[in-house]
């Protein structure tokens, strides 16, 4: 990130000490003005903290499901936040298992009375069945970075005393202590510190209790599903979207990339999130969210955890929240009795040690050439491809010889976004470096079979008046 100076220090630094007191006044005052602001919310978190405390004192626990000793045993158990005057800071980093869960009366024993007689099959308010959403989310104080690696449903894996079968089976099998052993054994041996289930009915209550989140919908969505009366019509655009709407968006997966692509609008929804709400402000409104939605969600984090947690993401900046996605493909037709995402193990192991610190044989690799590079450009600006062939001999002349323009992600930008498909963010801030435009991103919304997506924006068009001007 660039620190930009202020004009008023740059234009003042050869002049009268009368100018430099004045500025020296200036800089004190910017100084207690973020003191007071970084203070404010201290308070807020604190205050949020106490009101959590309370609650947890007066109502139901936050954990649902009784977990035995060997069970309890697949998660470290060891302190996460600070004492009685730190309680809500990390004191060192969190490995959090996140899974969404939808629930149908046949995935469980004893489904509610009040679903036998109907003529469809509702969702269920409860933990038992598939965990269709998982997320390995990584809260590390030591980086100042929040990692979340989305892994796909449908991932082909071992699960322990079932054989191999898609991982989100792993729940319905043996809970959330199976499924932690499960992601663990899968991503080379990583601990997972914690767990959180939410159903698919406190998603909607949570977004609704959060305001809502604005995004940008990518395509038109039409889907009917009588059995389950899953009814899902969204129109492509930036809008603002109320918890059943968002669900929508985020339980279609009726194209071309099925659960994957669900992943990256899962991706897109939760950075709008974060950036709407993590706040000082929402994070006092807490105790009141909680409560909306302490019914659809188990947890063995405890109250004191679960602000520390909170009071960490409102201190990170937005540009150290990274999005990952497992390494793999999909199978192919006939390859196995059933569709699976197939993990690739090298993948995983680099990831792993970039990401999350885990060092493996695999992962001692040298910095990735760029004529290897799969370097994936996709246009949201509108243009014809002849906008696109400067940008192309830019990347060639930097020694990127793999470049190939794919199917834009449909969202209009006005700075363009080079995507760290792969988790690959050195690669992709050499790309920036390359072209002196664009920001960022290490997330995996761009092109599937890329390293690096360049989605273009409006800023690429400005940069291409000036090489040609230049000529």
């Known amino acids: 990130m660039t620190i930009q100076r202020s004009s008023a220090e740059e234009n003042q630094s050869g002049k009268a000490s009368k100018s430099n007191k004045k500025i020296a006044l200036n800089s004190k005052s910017g100084r207690w003005l973020w003191f007071w602001v970084g203070m404010s919310g201290i308070a807020m978190v604190s205050a949020t903290a106490g009101a959590l405390l309370a609650v947890s004192l007066t109502s139901t626990p936050l954990q649902q499901a009784q977990l035995s000793p060997q069970e309890e045993a697949a998660f470290d158990g060891d302190r996460i936040s600070g004492g009685v005057m730190r309680f809500s800071q990390l004191t060192r980093p969190v490995n959090l298992l996140v899974m969404g869960m939808s629930v149908l009366p046949p995935d469980i024993q004893n489904p509610p009375p009040e679903t036998k007689n109907l003529r469809y099959q509702p969702q269920v308010n409860s933990f038992d069945g598939l965990s269709d959403v998982m997320l390995l989310l990584k809260f590390d104080p030591e980086t100042k970075k929040i990692i979340m690696l989305s892994i796909p449903r449908d991932t082909r894996t071992q699960i322990e005393g079932y054989g191999v079968k898609k991982i989100n089976a792993a729940n319905v099998d043996g809970g959330p202590a199976l499924t932690a052993r499960t992601v663990s054994n899968l991503l080379g041996g990583a601990g997972i510190d914690r767990y959180i289930r939410i159903n698919v009915l406190g998603v909607a209550k949570l977004i609704d209790a959060l305001g809502g989140v604005t995004v940008y919908v990518p395509k038109n969505m039409k889907y009917q599903d009588d059995s389950q009366h899953l009814y899902i019509n969204l129109k492509a655009g930036k809008q603002h979207l109320g918890g059943d709407q968002a669900l929508q968006l985020l339980r279609f997966r009726h194209d071309e990339l099925g659960d994957i692509g669900r992943i990256q609008r899962q991706q897109m929804v939760i950075r709008a999130l974060m950036d709407q709400t993590l706040n000082p402000t929402t994070v006092a409104q807490l105790p009141k969210v909680l409560d909306v939605v302490k019914d659809h969600i188990d947890t063995n984090l405890t109250v004191e955890e679960l602000v520390a947690l909170m009071g960490f993401g409102v201190r990170t900046n937005r540009s150290n929240m990274q999005m990952l996605m497992l390494p793999g493909r999909f199978s192919e037709k006939g390859e196995f ?113 890329s390293d690096v997506s360049i989605q273009v924006g409006q800023d690429w068009l400005q940069q291409k008046s000036i090489l040609e001007k230049a000529k």
């Open 337 to 449: 009795d059933a569709s699976y995402w197939l993990p690739n193990k090298d993948g995983i192991a680099k990831l792993m040690a970039q990401h999350f610190g885990l060092e493996s044989e695999q992962s001692q690799q040298t910095t990735t050439d760029p004529r290897s590079l799969r370097v994936a450009i996709q246009d949201s600006t509108g243009g014809d491809r002849s906008n696109l062939q400067p940008l192309i001999r830019a990347l060639e002349k930097s020694g990127y010889r793999n470049i190939y323009i794919a199917k834009a992600w449909g969202e209009p930008l006005d700075v363009t976004h080079i995507v760290a498909q792969q988790g690959d963010g050195d690669s992709a801030e050499s790309i920036r470096n390359t072209l002196g435009f664009g920001e960022v991103r290490v997330e995996s919304t761009g092109n599937l079979g």
